[in-house]
């Protein structure tokens, strides 16, 4: 099972950029969807965004589409995040997750459906 660790998080004022990215620390996460969630102090863990195993297919929560753009980079075993237009409504902890089973799993973006998760990365939005 591989292990996945976030980086890019940070503070940024709203109408701001980030890029978060998630690297695996071997390849079995190629051939396997990955997606971002987040959680914000006091709610519930959503789905933000989610790719499948090469690349090709792609879901993203209402609150982010046209924002955010996930992508991925399988020689390198990472995943990235995009993310523009930043609002305070963003704010929150960012975790990578895979091992989803199959794409349709993965695209739910339901936390439930993913097993393996990182330790996240903080995203601070401020208005």
């Known amino acids: 099972q591989a292990q996945l660790v976030e980086s890019g998080g940070g503070s940024v004022q709203a109408g701001g950029s980030l890029t978060l990215s998630c690297a695996a620390s071997?390849?079995?996460?190629?051939?396997?969807?990955m997606a971002w969630f987040r959680q914000a102090p006091g709610k519930e863990r959503e789905g933000v965004a989610a790719?499948?195993?090469?690349?090709?297919?792609?879901s993203y929560a209402s609150s982010v589409k046209g924002r955010f753009t996930i992508s991925r980079d399988n020689a390198k075993n990472t995943v990235s995040l995009q993310m523009n237009s930043l609002k305070p409504e963003d704010t929150g902890m960012y975790y990578c997750?895979?091992?989803?089973?199959?794409?349709?799993?993965?695209?739910?973006?339901?936390?439930?459906?993913?097993?393996?998760w990182g330790q996240g990365t903080q995203v601070t939005v401020s208005s």
């Open positions: 997750a895979t091992d989803a089973v199959g794409w349709s799993a993965a695209a739910s973006l339901r936390p439930g459906q993913f097993v393996t």
């Open positions: 071997d390849d079995t996460v190629n051939g396997k969807s």
């Open positions: 790719i499948s195993a090469k690349g090709s297919l792609t």
